[in-house]
């Protein structure tokens, strides 16, 4: 127990709700006594430094007061449920033990499955995936530095400079949060998420001006798209490829900054930083995660070369929103799978699901949003959870 309040006492620099944490840790440690009761005679510690590795998971993963209650609560019901262990396979904190019995009856995902769930080519269409149909047309905005364009941001027109001198980083005023509505005595407000202020005040935060082309020819005339090798050309094809993007602000537009793919199993096939082609002006850090390109080994060509030793035209790319992905890996593929289809929002679209709330709803996963951006691999990861769910009961998935 010592050990343990330690814990919560040195993670005190981080919060300041040390009585929280010394609940939770009083809690896991509870918990974990219980599941490891046989085998505590062999292993006296392993009760305290599971609870110890379980806590620090939980601030890891977590930046404020709210996610780490949230997550505790999540985790300490999970171990609620788990039996009493048998061996040391049932050794393991949350999210590492799995249950054998949900082991066995665990579905495969296979491709006879999944082939049934791809894109037509008209819903391809209204969800906004590139085709090779648009690239045909003429046209396209193949203009960067020293041409005018629609800030991202605050909508206002610049020219765009491939050399940034200080006061260029401060120019664009804006507010990174959505826009919610809320009531106030029976009046509608439309505030924002990230200060609470009405729509139509100043930004709360200063950066440089970005733009990003939303169409594909344009996309197309900076730097072209290509299609997934032919079917048998992947040495090491895989059935289903969940994809996670990160995107930053260059000259050229948005361009690919990160890319991170797992298989049906869950096994990462890659998970690089990649340099963009053009002068990167924002690296989009609240939403990319991404502080440095530094130690990237990739360029857009060779980390796509890297992904075709698991992905060919007969591969099933998965995602959330995947055309945005695909727009960023310049990508024309065929057979796509999207979670936005397969649960859709009851309004419709353009109306969708956040990754996040499909999470909760389906999967009754908390994933943390945290400031430091999302977490890829957990994003592409709950892709294939939700694949495999849906696979499961596709009738049974009342939202
Ligand atoms: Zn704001
Ligand atoms: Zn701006």
Redesign the pocket.
């Known amino acids: 127990m010592y050990e343990i309040m330690l814990n919560a006492a040195t993670n005190f620099y981080k919060y300041d709700y040390t009585c929280i944490t010394k609940l939770i840790s009083q809690r896991l440690y509870d918990q974990f006594h219980r599941i490891y009761q046989p085998l505590l005679a062999a292993q006296p510690t392993l009760a305290t430094e599971h609870a110890k590795a379980q806590e620090s998971v939980i601030l890891e993963k977590t930046s404020n007061q709210a996610g780490y209650k949230q997550m505790a609560t999540n985790i300490l019901m999970n171990l609620k449920k788990r039996p009493v262990a048998q061996n040391e396979q049932d050794i393991g904190i949350d999210g590492e033990w799995v249950d054998p019995a949900t082991k066995a009856q665990q579905i495969v995902i296979t491709l006879e499955k999944a082939n049934k769930l791809v894109l037509t080519e008209e819903q391809l269409k209204t969800m906004g995936y590139p085709s090779a149909a648009e690239l045909e047309q003429q046209g396209g905005d193949g203009q960067t530095v020293g041409s005018q364009k629609a800030c991202d941001r605050c909508k206002k027109t610049y020219v765009v400079k491939d050399v940034l001198q200080e006061s260029d980083l401060n120019v664009c005023q804006y ?3 959505r826009m919610r509505m809320v009531m106030n005595r029976g009046e509608k407000l439309r505030l ?1 998420t ?2 609470n ?1 009405s729509h139509g005040s100043m ?3 200063k950066g440089p001006h970005v733009y990003k082309d939303e169409n594909t020819q344009d996309l197309h005339a900076k730097i072209p798209f290509i299609s997934t090798p032919e079917a048998g050309a992947a040495k090491e094809s895989r059935t289903v490829v969940a994809l996670d993007c990160e995107m930053a602000y260059t000259t050229a537009g948005m361009e690919l900054v990160r890319v991170t793919a797992v298989d049906e199993n869950c096994q990462i096939l890659l998970d690089e930083l990649v340099f963009p082609s053009h002068m990167v002006i924002d690296l989009n850090t609240r939403y990319s995660g991404i502080k440095t390109l530094a130690g990237a080994k990739h360029n857009l060509d060779s980390v796509r070369k890297e992904l075709f030793k698991y992905v060919d035209a007969n591969t099933i790319l998965l995602g959330h929103g995947l055309e945005n992905d695909m727009n960023a890996l310049r990508l024309l593929h065929p057979k796509i799978i999207d979670t936005v289809t397969l649960y859709p929002h009851p309004k419709g679209l353009p109306f969708r699901y956040g990754l996040r709330v499909l999470s909760t709803k389906i999967l009754q996963k908390f994933i943390q949003d945290s400031t430091e951006g999302h977490d890829s691999f957990e994003d592409a990861k709950t892709c294939v959870d939700l694949l495999e769910k849906y696979m499961k009961s596709p009738q049974g998935q009342k939202l």
Do not use: I, L, P, R
């Open positions: 507010h990174h949060g924002y990230c200060c202020e930004g709360c935060v």
